[in-house]
Each structure stands twice: as C-alpha cells, then as structure tokens.
C-alpha cells in the first residue's frame, strides 16, 4: 500500500491498559463512520503496515477510540506504534455529491473564476489548519497563484469536468498575475529611515 492510494484517518496517540489495546484518535468530521473498520495501515518509519483490528470502542470523547490489533497483545508492542499516523485506502472514503469535495481528489483539476474563465491546473492543494489554498499554475501566465478557500469562499465542483470554479477575493488574481504598481513607482517608497 502506498501513500498516494491513502488518507490520513488519525493517529495511535497512547497505550490504553497494559494488554496491546491503543487510543486511536480519529481525525474526521464523522467520525463515527469508521467505526466498523476492519483494519488500519500503520506509518512506520517509511513504509505503511497493515494491522488488522480485533476490538473497537469508544474512548472518552466522540473523535477517539480504544482499539485491539491482531498481534499487538503487550504493553511493549503497543508503545513500539504509540504515536503513529493511521491510514485506510482512499476506496473507503464515502462519496461526496455537491460542492464539497476532498483536497486530494483535486490534483490535477482546472480551476476557472465564478464566470468560468480558467485559471489554470491544481499543483497540490496545501492543507493548513485554518483552511486549504490551491496551489495553481496559471498556464497562459507561466506563473503560480495561490488560492485560500476559506468557508466563505464559494467554490463549484464539477466532477465530470474535474474542475472547481471559484469565487475568487477581488485583486487576487491580479495580485499573482500582474498589478497596476511599476517598478518605477516600488522604487521611489521611502519610509524616512536615512540609516
């Protein structure tokens, strides 16, 4: 299994008792659909390990969870994995419809302006904890623009046409692609500081 064929379900925060049980924190809006897995894939050092699930309950809070994995039946075995991420395939995300959609399925798409005039083609999409930003190459420029998309930011999805058209903030484009400002204008600013 590889990274590209995954998401990031959460992390194996701590040993939970003294038999192998962990704490695996999931990282989801619902959490609770994840219930029901039959195994995770365990980021260790640089290769993804599958480890199949015998027992799984809540924990405390609605967003973790105490789970038995097939093998790990120690205190010792479970600290040699506290602390990793946890991935499933990304076959087992549920389907979305409308204008939500995943950060990794975007790769690749186009990107137009709420008018639909194109923008360019998603390079990655940078996931911050405020919100994501589009990294886009704007072909016709040869240039990149980054694109925030804040919750009161509009976007469109268009799965068919793999494309997202976006309500863009006024001056960004312009601010990435070419502004009124010349260089002789940036090259006379003085802020009185003679030193």
């Not at 998401?7 to 990282?27: E, M, Q, R, S």
């Not at 015998?54 to 994995?69: G, I, T, Y």
């Not at 040869?142 to 694109?147: A, D, H, M, S, T």
Request: hydrophobic residues 40%; glycine residues 8%.
């Amino acid at each position: 299994m590889n990274k590209a064929d995954c998401f990031v379900l959460g992390k194996l925060t701590k040993p939970h008792g003294y038999k192998g049980a962990l704490v695996l924190f999931i990282d989801a809006d619902e959490p609770q659909a994840y219930e029901d897995i039959e195994a995770i894939w365990v980021e260790v050092g640089e290769r993804l390990i599958p480890h199949f699930i015998d027992a799984m309950r809540p924990h405390n809070k609605a967003d973790k969870f105490v789970v038995e994995l097939e093998g790990v039946d120690n205190e010792a075995k479970a600290k040699t994995i506290a602390g990793c991420t946890a991935y499933l395939p990304t076959s087992m995300l549920p389907q979305l419809d409308g204008n939500t959609f995943y950060l990794h399925e975007v790769n690749g798409w186009t990107v137009t302006d709420a008018q639909g005039d194109p923008i360019g083609t998603i390079r990655k999409v940078l996931d911050y904890a405020m919100y994501p930003i589009l990294e886009v190459h704007a072909e016709a420029h040869n240039k990149e623009v980054l694109i925030p998309l804040p919750a009161q930011i509009e976007v469109k999805v268009d799965r068919a046409a793999e494309s997202l058209a976006v309500d863009l903030p006024e001056g960004l484009l312009e601010t990435y692609l070419g502004s009124e400002a010349t260089d002789e204008d940036e090259g006379e600013w003085w802020d009185g500081d003679e030193s």
